[in-house]
């Protein structure tokens, strides 16, 4: 008797030790939630206190996870689990009812309510992306307010999609949605082939040998290509003057030059350092020091325009059109029967 006694009494104290780190250890996962909440790290706290309600079934937890869900924007979810909690007698939702019911008025005012009237029933029903039933749907949906995306599938009926605006509140936003129905492909088996005519080789005309239509005599178009072979051909002969006159300095700058170093060097001139104006011995070196350097100038400008204005000329004589006129020759017998007599145009 005194050793069953003994061991149910030990019974009791290992109980109570287990309740006690039970209730040690909720504690420390509501303060660890809470703890988050103040961090703004809301998704964790709600993982937290969801794992909280699962294992307990405490009000408190479901409440906490309705104000989570409300910190991430997840209003039907949120009013859902406030209205739940606060329907209950829980000693901590009577301690906390007033800040409770102020949450549940927040979350409101971003709920509206939806009705969908759908004109087939056992149409699923897919509101926001998420399957909520098949039509028809007894009571009002309620949703997040602002642009909703409704969805309708049905067998033998096409898909329908609609976006409609949910105004927050009590309102309730209607919403009609007819599914067409999906046509039958036709059989084209059963349709009948055509009855074959009497003569089953058809009599196949010869295509009309195609005409071409002698080109228009268009005198404005020649006057215009003659006027624009003219311009360019008197602009290509102004280039090429224009360049040989060019090429010509050229020619005689470079002979001047010779001329000029010829007589710099047989005069004995001799340039001391990089001045100009520097010689040793000689004569009248600095004259001809200085025709040498113009006629080199003349010579390299010469040649530069010269090739330049060359190669416009070359360039404008080569697009401009051309000028070939058009000839015919024709040949016949005279009307008096001997000779020939040609005529053409020119």
Same mark, same amino acid.
């Given at each position: 008797?005194?050793?069953?006694?003994?061991?149910?009494?030990?019974?009791?104290?290992?109980?109570?030790?287990?309740? %006690? +780190?039970?209730?040690?250890?909720?504690? %420390?996962?509501?303060?660890?939630?809470?703890?988050?909440?103040?961090? &703004?790290?809301?998704?964790?706290?709600?993982?937290?206190?969801?794992?909280?309600?699962?294992?307990?079934?405490?009000?408190?937890?479901?409440? &906490?996870?309705?104000?989570? #869900?409300?910190?991430?924007?997840?209003?039907? $979810?949120?009013?859902?689990?406030?209205?739940?909690?606060?329907?209950?007698? $829980? %000693?901590?939702?009577?301690?906390?009812?007033?800040?409770?019911?102020?949450?549940? +008025?927040?979350?409101?005012?971003?709920?509206?309510?939806?009705?969908?009237?759908?004109?087939?029933?056992?149409?699923?029903?897919?509101?926001?992306?998420?399957?909520?039933?098949?039509?028809?749907?007894?009571?009002?949906?309620?949703?997040?307010?602002?642009?909703?995306?409704?969805?309708?599938?049905?067998?033998? &009926?096409?898909? +329908?999609?609609?976006?409609?605006?949910? &105004?927050? *509140?009590?309102?309730?936003?209607?919403? $009609?949605?007819?599914?067409?129905?999906?046509?039958?492909?036709?059989?084209? +088996? $059963?349709?009948?082939?055509?009855?074959?005519?009497?003569?089953?080789?058809?009599?196949?005309?010869?295509?009309?040998?195609?005409?071409?239509?002698?080109?228009?005599? #268009?005198?404005?178009?020649?006057?215009?290509?003659?006027?624009?072979?003219?311009?360019? #051909?008197?602009?290509?002969?102004?280039?090429?003057?224009? *360049?040989?006159?060019?090429?010509?300095?050229?020619?005689?700058?470079?002979?001047?030059?010779?001329?000029?170093?010829?007589?710099?060097?047989?005069?004995?001139?001799?340039?001391?350092?990089?001045?100009?104006?520097?010689?040793?011995?000689?004569?009248?070196?600095?004259?001809?020091?200085?025709?040498?350097?113009?006629?080199?100038? %003349?010579?390299?400008?010469?040649?530069?325009?010269?090739?330049?204005?060359?190669?416009?000329?070359?360039?404008?004589?080569?697009?401009?059109?051309?000028?070939?006129?058009?000839?015919?020759?024709?040949?016949?017998?005279?009307?008096?029967?001997? *000779?020939?007599?040609?005529?053409?145009?020119?």
């Amino acid at each position: 008797m005194c050793r069953r006694s003994l061991s149910a009494a030990l019974l009791v104290v290992a109980l109570g030790r287990s309740a %006690a +780190a039970q209730t040690v250890d909720v504690e %420390a996962e509501h303060q660890r939630g809470v703890a988050l909440r103040n961090e &703004r790290r809301d998704a964790e706290a709600l993982e937290v206190f969801r794992g909280l309600y699962e294992r307990t079934g405490e009000v408190r937890a479901l409440a &906490r996870v309705a104000l989570a #869900e409300a910190a991430l924007s997840r209003w039907v $979810d949120a009013e859902a689990h406030l209205q739940r909690a606060l329907g209950t007698a $829980d %000693a901590w939702v009577a301690q906390n009812r007033a800040s409770l019911e102020q949450g549940l +008025a927040a979350v409101r005012q971003h709920i509206g309510t939806l009705a969908v009237h759908v004109n087939v029933a056992g149409a699923e029903l897919l509101v926001a992306g998420l399957s909520v039933g098949t039509t028809p749907i007894g009571r009002p949906l309620r949703v997040a307010a602002g642009p909703v995306e409704v969805e309708v599938r049905a067998p033998r &009926r096409g898909p +329908a999609r609609r976006t409609v605006s949910v &105004r927050p *509140g009590a309102e309730v936003t209607g919403l $009609d949605i007819e599914l067409p129905p999906v046509e039958a492909a036709p059989n084209f +088996a $059963d349709a009948t082939a055509p009855t074959p005519t009497s003569d089953p080789t058809p009599t196949l005309e010869p295509d009309p040998a195609p005409t071409t239509a002698p080109p228009a005599f #268009e005198p404005n178009a020649r006057r215009e290509r003659a006027a624009r072979r003219a311009t360019l #051909e008197t602009l290509s002969t102004t280039s090429l003057v224009i *360049g040989g006159a060019g090429l010509l300095t050229s020619v005689i700058g470079l002979g001047l030059r010779e001329s000029a170093v010829s007589t710099f060097n047989r005069n004995g001139c001799l340039l001391l350092g990089e001045d100009p104006q520097s010689f040793a011995n000689g004569y009248d070196c600095a004259e001809r020091y200085s025709q040498g350097e113009t006629a080199t100038t %003349a010579a390299i400008a010469g040649l530069t325009i010269g090739v330049a204005f060359a190669v416009t000329g070359v360039v404008l004589r080569a697009v401009a059109p051309s000028s070939t006129a058009r000839r015919a020759v024709a040949c016949g017998p005279s009307t008096t029967g001997v *000779g020939v007599l040609c005529g053409g145009r020119f």
